[in-house]
């Protein structure tokens, strides 16, 4: 017996210095956000579908396309500033920011709730997160920076927790306003949290106190301009994206009960599981060696508290999916509501024995990740490959005068206006460049956006490999219009 558990002590190893690990984590994720950055930049000097939705959208307006708030848009055009109107530079620098201020957040607001060993855990459980260890990793834009304003709710709460008074009360008000000003569907999370803190008596004193005004009064002043300009908006400009919910998903037809959103309840289902379902069995299982299994971190009500935000959530959302008939819920759309799911999964299920395994696998995880991301952009065929530089090196050669580049795919059309430095608006002349892929050429935007125009020259076609190791080769073609076409203008393809 004695032998035995000298075997298992070599086995586990000593024990885990979690506030050494503390100590260490805010240093390894800036090294490890740095490092995305740079791999961004290495891989690919174009923009891929979710990068491109920002050329010719950030004018600093109220509100923008896809029904989206302002701020990541502003966020983007302040980087833009920084960088000289580096696109990909910039893109990159606001998306993997806020995923180590996520990760940040996560870690800081754990560990001040519940210790040293539930700041590691939270960050040990977002690597089983896919939503955050694969996809925010190389694409998302508004889903990342909303749920960095769900998690800094919590982050404000545990600041008041500990006493931070006025100070809390601002950051509480701070991040209820970077919410509403990202995503509109940040408002279930919100309503959901406070919630269930009024349900939880302890809470309910912390937080519903005469400082709660504080919080009210900056999320007011700074959402009341977007508000208002939502209102004077036509409704498909700030809820067109509920449309999306009513896509019908192919496998869950035969579950589709008219009037009820039956099968939405399944889609929700599945894209719940998918967020968090990994973390948790993973979770489960790396407690199982332990015995007696440590008792949860920090405060019941806390993590009642998480809990019921989720739980609150999610029954709201299932309402509307089951009374408004949706049958789609990507698995974006559960970003705010499972937002607080590392830090809970921290204080409800601390490891002992299996902490080291744990923490061996996440760490892998946050690795292969990037590795995985490198290999697909290197040898396969991401659109962010396309040969974008040749296409805009083409139309430049063919006419140099600045015009609208308009296509049939949004990241086509953005990538070449942003090569050419062209304005995505209409230029005086009112000249359209029109771009598509092979030989479907766009006849829809074709008759919508180049009504009253004439062309100019031949259709041109550009065939290139792609930007990578592939070695594909992709064509592109383009036709310019003007409403004042010029005489003698040369044209070249590529």
């Given at each position: 017996?004695?032998?035995?558990?000298?075997?298992?002590?070599?086995?586990d190893?000593?024990p885990?210095?979690?506030t050494?690990?503390?100590?260490?984590?805010?240093?390894a994720?800036i090294?490890?956000?740095?490092?995305?950055?740079i791999?961004?930049?290495?891989?690919?000097?174009?923009?891929?579908?979710?990068?491109?939705?920002?050329?010719?959208?950030?004018?600093?307006?109220?509100?923008?396309g896809n029904?989206?708030?302002?701020?990541?848009?502003?966020l983007?055009?302040?980087?833009?500033e920084?960088?000289?109107?580096?696109?990909?530079?910039?893109?990159?620098?606001?998306?993997?920011?806020?995923?180590?201020l996520?990760?940040?957040?996560?870690?800081?607001?754990?560990?001040?709730l519940?210790?040293?060993?539930?700041?590691?855990?939270?960050?040990?459980?977002?690597?089983?997160?896919?939503?955050?260890?694969?996809?925010?990793?190389?694409?998302?834009?508004?889903?990342?920076?909303?749920?960095?304003?769900a998690?800094?709710?919590?982050?404000?709460?545990a600041?008041?927790?500990?006493?931070?008074?006025?100070a809390?009360?601002?950051?509480f008000?701070?991040?209820?306003?970077?919410?509403?000003?990202?995503?509109?569907n940040?408002f279930?999370?919100?309503?959901?949290?406070?919630?269930?803190?009024?349900?939880t008596?302890?809470?309910?004193?912390?937080?519903?106190?005469?400082?709660?005004w504080?919080?009210?009064?900056?999320?007011?002043?700074?959402?009341?301009?977007?508000?208002?300009?939502?209102?004077?908006?036509?409704?498909?400009?700030?809820?067109?994206?509920?449309e999306?919910?009513a896509?019908?998903?192919?496998?869950l037809?035969?579950?589709d009960?008219?009037?009820?959103?039956?099968d939405?309840?399944?889609?929700?289902s599945?894209?719940?599981?998918?967020?968090?379902?990994?973390?948790l069995?993973?979770?489960i299982?790396?407690?199982?060696?332990?015995h007696?299994?440590?008792a949860p971190?920090?405060?019941?009500e806390?993590?009642?508290?998480l809990?019921?935000?989720?739980?609150?959530?999610l029954?709201?959302?299932?309402?509307?999916?089951?009374?408004?008939?949706?049958h789609?819920v990507a698995?974006?759309y559960?970003?705010?509501?499972?937002?607080p799911?590392?830090?809970?999964?921290?204080?409800?299920?601390?490891?002992?024995?299996?902490?080291?395994?744990?923490?061996?696998i996440?760490?892998?995880?946050?690795i292969?990740?990037p590795?995985?991301v490198?290999?697909?952009?290197?040898?396969a065929?991401?659109?962010?490959?396309?040969p974008?530089?040749?296409?805009?090196?083409?139309?430049?050669?063919?006419?140099?005068?600045?015009?609208?580049?308009?296509?049939n795919?949004?990241?086509?059309?953005?990538?070449?206006?942003?090569?050419?430095?062209?304005?995505p608006?209409?230029?005086?002349?009112?000249?359209?460049v029109?771009?598509?892929?092979?030989?479907?050429?766009?006849?829809?935007?074709?008759n919508?956006?180049?009504?009253?125009?004439l062309?100019?020259?031949p259709?041109?076609?550009?065939?290139?490999p792609?930007r990578?190791?592939?070695?594909k080769?992709?064509?592109?073609?383009?036709?310019?219009?003007s409403?004042?076409?010029?005489?003698?203008?040369?044209?070249?393809?590529?």
């Amino acid at each position: 017996m004695l032998r035995r558990n000298i075997d298992l002590a070599w086995l586990d190893g000593p024990p885990i210095k979690w506030t050494k690990l503390a100590q260490r984590a805010p240093k390894a994720i800036i090294v490890y956000i740095t490092a995305l950055i740079i791999l961004r930049l290495f891989l690919s000097r174009f923009l891929e579908i979710d990068e491109a939705q920002f050329v010719g959208q950030v004018d600093f307006g109220w509100n923008y396309g896809n029904s989206h708030p302002p701020l990541y848009n502003w966020l983007v055009r302040l980087a833009l500033e920084l960088t000289q109107w580096n696109w990909v530079f910039s893109v990159a620098l606001v998306r993997l920011s806020l995923l180590g201020l996520y990760h940040w957040l996560s870690f800081d607001a754990a560990r001040r709730l519940a210790g040293d060993r539930a700041g590691i855990l939270a960050l040990t459980a977002s690597a089983f997160l896919p939503q955050i260890v694969w996809m925010s990793i190389q694409t998302t834009a508004h889903t990342i920076l909303v749920m960095v304003a769900a998690v800094g709710i919590i982050h404000a709460y545990a600041l008041m927790r500990e006493g931070r008074g006025t100070a809390a009360f601002a950051w509480f008000g701070f991040w209820a306003a970077v919410g509403g000003l990202a995503k509109y569907n940040f408002f279930i999370f919100l309503v959901s949290f406070l919630l269930a803190a009024a349900w939880t008596p302890g809470i309910r004193r912390q937080l519903f106190r005469r400082q709660i005004w504080i919080s009210f009064a900056i999320f007011a002043v700074a959402f009341a301009p977007v508000a208002v300009a939502s209102l004077r908006a036509p409704l498909a400009a700030t809820a067109g994206r509920m449309e999306k919910l009513a896509h019908p998903v192919n496998y869950l037809q035969p579950l589709d009960v008219p009037h009820l959103g039956v099968d939405g309840l399944f889609s929700l289902s599945i894209s719940t599981f998918l967020w968090a379902g990994p973390a948790l069995i993973i979770f489960i299982i790396g407690r199982t060696r332990d015995h007696p299994r440590p008792a949860p971190d920090g405060d019941p009500e806390v993590r009642f508290l998480l809990l019921r935000t989720i739980l609150i959530g999610l029954v709201a959302f299932a309402g509307l999916i089951l009374v408004a008939d949706y049958h789609s819920v990507a698995e974006r759309y559960m970003a705010p509501i499972l937002a607080p799911t590392a830090i809970l999964l921290a204080l409800s299920l601390p490891q002992i024995l299996g902490a080291r395994n744990i923490l061996g696998i996440a760490g892998l995880a946050y690795i292969l990740a990037p590795v995985a991301v490198a290999v697909i952009a290197l040898f396969a065929t991401p659109r962010y490959t396309f040969p974008f530089d040749a296409v805009a090196q083409s139309i430049r050669a063919q006419n140099p005068a600045p015009a609208l580049i308009v296509s049939n795919r949004e990241d086509d059309a953005a990538n070449i206006a942003a090569l050419l430095r062209w304005p995505p608006e209409r230029g005086a002349a009112n000249d359209v460049v029109l771009v598509w892929q092979d030989e479907n050429r766009p006849t829809d935007v074709e008759n919508d956006l180049t009504a009253g125009l004439l062309p100019v020259g031949p259709t041109v076609r550009v065939t290139a490999p792609l930007r990578n190791y592939n070695g594909k080769l992709r064509t592109f073609n383009f036709q310019r219009y003007s409403s004042a076409p010029p005489t003698g203008v040369p044209n070249s393809g590529g």
